[in-house]
């Protein structure tokens, strides 16, 4: 089976994996605030995020005609 996105989804999934790893980014900065309560939820939290982020960029490279 050939599956294909189209340029442009593959940019939009690009774009959104952009965003999930700055929100991820930001998370783990808020988890090492020692004031913040939950901290590890925080870095789990950042590490999904983080997560999500590549399995979509590997997504928009193969599939996405991104990059």
């Given at each position: 089976?050939?599956?294909a996105?189209?340029?442009?989804?593959?940019?939009v999934l690009?774009e959104?994996?952009?965003?999930?790893?700055?929100?991820?980014?930001?998370w783990?900065?808020?988890?090492q605030?020692p004031?913040?309560?939950h901290a590890?939820?925080r870095?789990v939290?950042?590490?999904?995020?983080f997560?999500?982020?590549g399995?979509l960029?590997i997504?928009?490279?193969?599939?996405g005609?991104?990059?």
């Amino acid at each position: 089976m050939n599956l294909a996105l189209a340029p442009h989804t593959g940019l939009v999934l690009a774009e959104v994996a952009g965003l999930l790893l700055v929100i991820g980014g930001i998370w783990l900065a808020a988890a090492q605030i020692p004031r913040l309560r939950h901290a590890a939820a925080r870095a789990v939290v950042a590490g999904i995020l983080f997560a999500a982020a590549g399995a979509l960029l590997i997504i928009a490279i193969h599939w996405g005609h991104f990059g």
